[in-house]
Nanobody
Framework: QVQLVESGGGLVQAGGSLRLSCAAS????????AGWFRQPPGKEREFVAA????????NYADSVKGRFTISRDNAKNTVSLQMNSVKPEDTAVYYC????????????????WGQGTQVTVSS
């Protein structure tokens, strides 16, 4: 398991940009695939994006494709989510997660989770 801490959340106007970061506690973070999930108020947690160990492969939910970009820096044990052209429906608590399996959108495949960071998009 690995400890994960998200940062970068906050209030942003619709159409604006925000960058979330996730810091891992172990140098061996490169051994894990990583993903971002979010939970809008009153809804279930949903997949946002995932990235492979090396960063060569990524997957995105249709709702964010073309607007969000996931990346990682294994030398710094971090993974980021660049959010552009944000919409009010992007409002949610965003969670960083790590998996021992290849890149996947299934929440059950992730064994380590951060505490989450709030993103609020105003209209």
């Amino acid at each position: 398991q690995v400890q994960l801490v998200e940062s970068g959340g906050g209030l942003v106007q619709a159409g604006g940009s925000l960058r979330l970061s996730c810091a891992a506690s172990r140098r061996t973070f490169s051994s894990y695939s990583a993903g971002w999930f979010r939970q809008p108020p009153g809804k279930e947690r949903e997949f946002v994006a995932a990235i492979s160990r090396s960063g060569d492969n990524t997957n995105y939910a249709d709702s964010v494709k073309g607007r969000f970009t996931i990346s990682r820096d294994n030398a710094k044990n971090t993974v980021s989510l660049q959010m552009n052209s944000v919409k009010p429906e992007d409002t949610a608590v965003y969670y960083c997660a790590a998996s021992s399996d290849p890149t996947t959108a299934l929440a059950t495949a992730y064994h380590s989770w951060g505490q989450g960071t709030q993103v609020t998009v105003s209209s």
